[in-house]
């Protein structure tokens, strides 16, 4: 093999077929999922940026040595593990290069046990590397200012790393998504961690703007443009430049609005309203849908130019009964602000009462949870979780097998157990009526740490 595929998480290099054959069957009976290559130069150009394997390598090879792709490599990434093969007359080479920052080295001839053996090590330390790194990008993003991405399913991490990757570059943005998910908090999120973050974020919702009004709304107008048109007037283009301009329920605007936007957007200069003047705009626009923008373009009810111009970088927030993991963390954060705002304690929220959460169907997604929070905060015991819908199971819940099911079910209790009594052990197991070794396999099972809950 000498194509890296999603799934690699070795590569080993060594231009003896013979020790590339052994060794990488000795690795793949391992469970490692190996590339190997016979030379390195072709290896740099498929390596992804963020690549979370170990690479093995020969010093001695045709083109570019072992010691020089180590250089190349610590370019990338610093902490990326590498482990030299050497032969004889390299140990004292291999040795400088771990001073160098190379992780280990082994010597020809060698057995499998030990190649296994640093492999092992140096995968483990790659794990705990990756796994601080995004914990300090965790934490550095929920310490900062402003609006916060929450939910720890992977389909919120995939969210929050998109939006890392795009929110430095002038790249316009559509968001996809269902009534209530959160649309306009994402487009804040995305400028607040952004080099825009000091200019202007404009928000305006163009189903909500009369149709004789929208277009002085997003471009502005001279004294005189039209009747009442007593004084000039900036519009939210211009108002939002050097900034974030965001546009919701874009699927609203006329195909005549549409045709004017796409100028603006594709030149990047606007005139207002009764002005000859052109304007230059620096400026990033986020436009938000709750309708599939594509199949609306190809039925002729939306301009598909406008929709390939707009869908440069798109992100979808998954509706909540598809995050239902979510749900927990989601009701403490929204009881917390709501506890604030009203000068109300929060009552603990008995098991019961989190399983009606997580069976419910969320029409109305985060907002209908956060809006049932704060009922919570404010009525107590007395607020009705008595939903109209119980959950029609989605398309992920629909495919899990019964065991499946019991388990998300018993990870849940043990979450909301811990959560009530603020990670105190001993009061969740007397709870649960559970032995303690069966509480710390359970919570190590599912990844819950105490300390997340006090």
């Known amino acids: 093999m000498n194509r890296l595929s999603p799934k690699t998480n070795l590569i080993l290099i060594d231009d003896d077929p013979y020790i590339r054959d052994s060794s990488s069957q000795t690795l793949e009976l391992e469970g490692y999922e190996v590339a190997t290559f016979g030379q390195a130069d072709s290896l740099l ?42 032969g004889h007359g390299d140990i004292s080479m291999a040795v400088s290069a771990i001073r160098s920052g190379a992780y280990d080295f082994i010597e020809k001839p060698f057995p499998s046990d030990l190649l296994l053996d640093v492999v092992r090590r140096a995968t ?33 991490a995939t969210l929050r790393s998109l939006v890392r990757s795009v929110a430095d570059t002038p790249a316009d943005i559509l968001i996809n998504a269902e009534t209530g998910s959160g649309k306009d908090l994402l487009a804040r999120y995305i400028h607040e961690n952004s080099n825009r973050r000091g200019a202007n974020f404009v928000a305006i919702n163009c189903g909500a703007v009369p149709e004789n009004l929208i277009e002085s709304e997003l471009f502005g107008h001279e004294a005189g443009a039209f009747t009442d048109a007593k004084s000039r ?66 039925e002729g009810d939306f301009r598909e130019d406008l929709y390939y111009r707009l869908n440069v970088v798109r992100l979808d927030i998954p509706p909540l009964r598809e995050r239902r993991d979510d749900i927990p963390l989601l009701f403490k954060h929204f009881s917390l602000v709501a506890s604030g705002q009203y000068g109300r304690e929060v009552a603990p929220l008995p098991s019961e009462r989190m399983q009606s959460l997580m069976l419910h169907n969320w029409p109305g997604n985060v907002r209908e949870l956060r809006n049932l929070a704060e009922r919570y905060v404010l009525l107590g015991e007395a607020c009705n979780f008595d939903f109209d819908t119980v959950a029609a199971e989605s398309p992920s819940t629909a495919q899990l097998s019964l065991p499946q099911r019991v388990e998300n079910f018993e990870k849940m209790l043990i979450q909301n157990e811990l959560e009530r009594h603020a990670g105190s052990i001993k009061e969740t197991l007397a709870t649960l009526d559970v032995p303690r070794k069966t509480l710390y396999d359970k919570m190590k099972k599912y990844g819950l740490d105490k300390a997340d809950y006090k």
């Open 45 to 86: 150009e498929q390596l992804p940026e963020g690549w979370c394997g170990v690479v093995v390598t020969d010093i001695s090879l045709p083109g570019m040595s072992g010691l020089e792709l180590l250089d190349q490599l610590q370019r990338r990434d610093a902490e990326l593990p590498v482990i030299l093969i050497t």
């Open 124 to 156: 483990e330390k790659r794990r705990l590397t990756l796994e601080n790194r995004a914990l300090k990008e965790e934490i550095a993003t929920h310490n900062a200012a402003g609006p916060r991405l929450i939910g720890a399913t992977q389909a919120m």
């Open 233 to 298: 007037r900036i519009g939210k283009f211009e108002h939002a430049n050097g900034g974030t301009l965001f546009l919701d329920e874009i699927e609203s605007m006329s195909m005549a609005m549409q045709i004017k936007l796409l100028r603006v957007l594709e030149e990047r200069t606007l005139e207002r309203l009764g002005s000859n003047q052109s304007i230059a705009l620096d400026i990033r626009v986020i436009a938000a849908s709750k309708s599939d923008l594509r199949a609306l373009a190809e």
